[in-house]
């Protein structure tokens, strides 16, 4: 059975920090483009971030470029995604996710707020 | 930067055909794909590659592309059916995949 688990999420004031983890498990997890997926209350979906089979390629939304980071470790079957410089409109529920493949975690909720 | 362009709302009656219009300028070259999103779930996907429907999905689903817009098409809608429906697709050069704003789905 495909599994995703995200975790790391919580409350953080504007500026700071918070690093996002998903695990997976149930298929060859490096054979897989991953992308992390929000959705902001009552919003729809926006891709932030998306890293190829190798980690050589990422892209990012425009609007988080320079303060986040995707990345992967295929020996630990996980992804990544470091935010610094949080701001109030990033406060969403974040997915893990491989769209194409019909692979989502449940989700990890980030909530920036002061 | 890519834009996937979809109406906001679609409404239609138990038993009657809804379509959801994607457009996009890469979709005569990049397939769409077609997410379904209940309240408090995550999204799943109800057709792949343009036209192929996931094993599970109804045959009410179906899915097509006519240059630079692909519709997704519910054949005899059903009350079940409602919830907020999504394409994906990517530019022409592969990268940034982008979803569609959305369209909430009423059937009553």
């Known amino acids: 059975e495909v599994q995703l688990v995200e975790s790391g999420g919580g409350l953080v004031q504007p500026g700071g920090s918070l690093r996002l983890s998903c695990t997976a498990s149930g298929f060859t997890f490096s054979g897989h483009w991953f992308t992390w997926v929000r959705q902001a209350p009552g919003k729809g979906l926006e891709c932030v971030a998306n890293i190829n089979q190798d980690g050589s390629e990422k892209y990012y939304v425009d609007s988080v470029k320079g303060r986040f980071t995707i990345s992967r470790d295929n020996a630990k079957n996980s992804l990544y995604l470091q935010m610094n410089s949080l701001r109030v409109e990033d406060t969403a529920l974040y997915y893990c996710?491989?769209?194409?493949?019909?692979?989502w975690g449940q989700g990890t909720l980030v909530t920036v707020s002061s | 930067s890519y834009e996937l362009t979809q109406p906001p709302s679609v409404s239609v009656s138990p038993g009657q055909t809804a379509r959801i219009t994607c457009s996009g300028d890469?979709?005569?070259?990049?397939?769409a794909y077609w997410y379904q999103q209940k309240s408090g779930q995550a999204p799943s996907l109800v057709i792949y590659?343009?036209?192929e429907r996931p094993s599970g999905i109804p045959e009410r689903f179906s899915g097509s592309t006519s240059g630079t817009v692909a519709t997704l098409t519910i054949s005899g809608a059903q009350v079940e059916d409602e919830a907020d429906y999504y394409c994906y697709s990517a530019d022409s050069s592969g990268n940034p995949w982008v979803f569609g704003g959305g369209t909430k789905l009423t059937v009553l």
């Open positions: 590659e343009a036209s």
């Open positions: 996710a491989d769209p194409p493949s019909n692979f």
């Open positions: 890469a979709l005569p070259k990049k397939n």
